[in-house]
């Protein structure tokens, strides 16, 4: 089992900026694709973004493509999301997810993720 935790989450002005931050723990996620997905009030989870086992390859929604980046820090178990820009639509519950499925390709359903974290809430206000 891998467990996700993720932290970073807050209130933020629109223009603003906020790091999340995914720390896995349990068994190893190596060679674990990682991804994060976003849920608003009332709507379904969303794809963000992904980055593949060694970080040679991202993926990004087309909403947040050139705002956000995704990275990791394998030593540390860690993935991170950089949001800069943010808009009151950004506000969501944002979740990570670690696939054991994927390594060399990222995926951008929520199928193809088998670990989540519970979620961080990030809050942008006009």
């Known amino acids: 089992q891998v467990q996700l935790v993720e932290s970073g989450g807050g209130l933020v002005q629109a223009g603003g900026s906020l790091r999340l931050s995914c720390a896995a723990s349990g068994r190893t996620f190596t060679g674990y694709a990682m991804g994060w997905f976003r849920q608003a009030l009332g709507k379904e989870r969303d794809f963000v973004a992904a980055?593949?086992?060694?970080?040679?390859?991202?993926v990004y929604a087309s909403s947040v493509k050139g705002r956000f980046t995704i990275s990791r820090d394998n030593a540390k178990n860690t993935v991170y999301l950089q949001m800069d820009s943010l808009k009151p639509e950004d506000t969501a519950v944002y979740y990570c997810a670690a696939s054991s499925f994927l390594t060399r390709v990222v995926g951008t359903r929520a199928f193809q993720y088998n670990y989540w974290g519970q979620g961080t809430q990030v809050t942008v206000s006009s």
């Open positions: 980055i593949t086992w060694s970080g040679e390859n991202t």
